[in-house]
């Protein structure tokens, strides 16, 4: 059993319509429900309802350049900007955090420290931004690039691009704003602190309009598992979502991340590491697999090896066997080098074809996939926890709502039983929600 003062925690991730390959299919769901706004609506707080710490939208800033008979075939996951819709969400809850997927590579960090300076005075602190590079030619494409910047490169962009974002942060000190009518003196000189930044990749010289966010700034989350993602991580981020499909690989992962952290000033319980889950959540057994089995009935194979050539980054796989042994020789491309290195590896492990592959990565894109009830499901996800595997989980439910319902009613209330989840927030932000303590500002720890 966990001890009395740890708790996991829980993102929920809404993604499309559900994150399986084919949950647009399923004759439950409504494959126009992603684009509704009250439906979207009803979704948080259907997370907020169940405890969640918050709700993640992942992005990418451009659509796809493959054919467009195999787009077809498929749901557009990201369908609106998610700090628009992230904006409106926080006007109908009230505690759960609101995490945002904004790339590093194509936003300039002045427009990114205002807009999540924004939603964080809008929502009374409870936003994070999860910070991406971006692996796609089609994203570059998108902003008039030939081909995307080089993975090292992006990374080294990104570890100054979070210098320039938290200097903006720290435009003011707390208690700036003094607003004396008597003196004429809306705020205290001597507290504003313009940002003087100077590297090979930027050069920004200003400040934020606004007084500093509730919670000094948001939640940083970081998503790349790569060495170059780790060391980023390492440096910057308070949570960090990851696939691991073993229980021996978390741990792997959870050490090598957290062990970074000394050599650059922090310590292990400054970050949060969630990995994600698929659940398919039953009464029994044989419901949970049967529930598995209708929408892995549903894939269509063009859509399969397309999910794969599309994270090995578009790779053609054409001139492979579909049944055949998955190729070992395939090029490294500057794309998801971590998720590619984690196929290459299932695939290896279990001697998997290509449609093997595809179909067991289907459910949530490399993601550890639970099928069973929630007894079953509450014993791994606290063996995780309990042995240095994760910190908590990011839940992909396979359908939306369904999934995320099953979750919420079925192994929330088993966790909660054994201690191992909230049944009430302690606190108003997403920081307090996770444990995460609100940064001081700079001049505050001269």
């Known amino acids: 059993m966990a001890t009395a003062n740890r708790q996991l925690h829980l993102g929920a991730f809404l993604f499309g319509v559900g994150h399986h390959l084919a949950a647009w299919r399923h004759p439950d769901v409504d494959p126009k429900a992603s684009t509704t706004l ?3 609506q009803s979704w948080a707080q259907q997370a907020e309802a169940a405890k969640f710490d918050a709700v993640f939208f992942a ?58 300076s924004t939603l ?13 590079t971006s692996g796609t030619e089609f994203e570059a494409r998108s902003f008039g690039l030939d081909t995307q910047l080089a993975h090292a490169h992006r990374y080294a962009k990104a570890h100054d691009y979070v210098k320039v974002v938290k ?26 602190h313009r940002l003087y930044f100077e590297s090979e990749h930027y050069k920004v010289k200003g400040s934020l309009q606004a007084p500093r966010s509730p919670q000094g700034y948001p939640v940083l989350v970081q998503a790349g598992s790569s060495d170059d993602g780790q060391d980023l991580a390492a440096a910057t981020a308070e949570v960090v979502f990851t696939a691991q499909q073993t229980v021996e690989d978390a741990r792997a992962f959870y050490k090598s991340l957290k062990s970074r952290m000394p050599k650059f000033g922090r310590t292990p319980d400054q ?10 959540v039953g009464q029994s057994q044989q419901e949970a ?10 894939i269509d194979p063009v859509l399969g090896i397309g999910l794969i050539s599309a994270f090995l980054g578009n790779v053609d796989l054409s001139a492979y066997p579909i049944d055949g042994p998955f190729p070992d020789n395939l090029p490294v491309t500057e794309g998801w080098k971590s998720r590619q290195e984690l196929f290459s590896s299932m695939a290896k492990r279990d001697k998997l074809s ?7 990565v289907a459910s949530a894109r490399g993601h550890w996939t639970l099928v069973g009830t929630p007894t079953s499901i509450a014993d791994q996800l606290e063996h995780w926890f309990n042995t ?3 910190d908590g989980f990011n839940v992909l439910a396979p359908t939306l709502p369904h999934g995320l319902k099953d979750f919420s009613d079925l192994v929330i209330p088993e966790l909660q039983r054994r201690g191992l989840f909230r049944t009430e927030y302690a606190g108003a932000t997403l920081r307090e929600h996770l444990g995460l303590t609100r940064p001081a500002h700079p001049s505050q720890k001269q």
Do not use: C
């Open 38 to 40: 009250a439906t979207l």
């Open 59 to 116: 992005d990418n800033v451009g659509m796809s350049d493959g054919p467009a008979d195999v787009l077809a075939r498929n749901a557009l996951p990201y369908s609106f900007d998610p700090m628009l819709l992230l904006s409106s969400l926080a006007a109908v809850t009230q505690k759960i955090g609101l995490v945002a997927t904004v790339s590093s590579t194509y936003m300039p960090p002045y427009h990114l420290a205002r807009k999540f």
């Open 120 to 132: 964080d005075h809008l929502s009374g602190g409870r936003s994070a931004w999860n910070l991406v």
């Open 167 to 192: 200097g903006l942060w720290d435009s003011w000190e707390d208690d700036a704003f003094i607003h004396d009518k008597e003196k004429n003196r809306f705020f205290d000189t001597q507290k504003l």
């Open 271 to 280: 970050l949060k590491i969630m990995p994600g889950i698929s659940p398919f």
């Open 289 to 298: 697999q049967e529930k598995f089995e209708q929408l892995q009935s549903l």
């Open 354 to 360: 290509i449609r093997q592959l595809y179909e067991r």
């Open 388 to 390: 240095e595997a994760a």
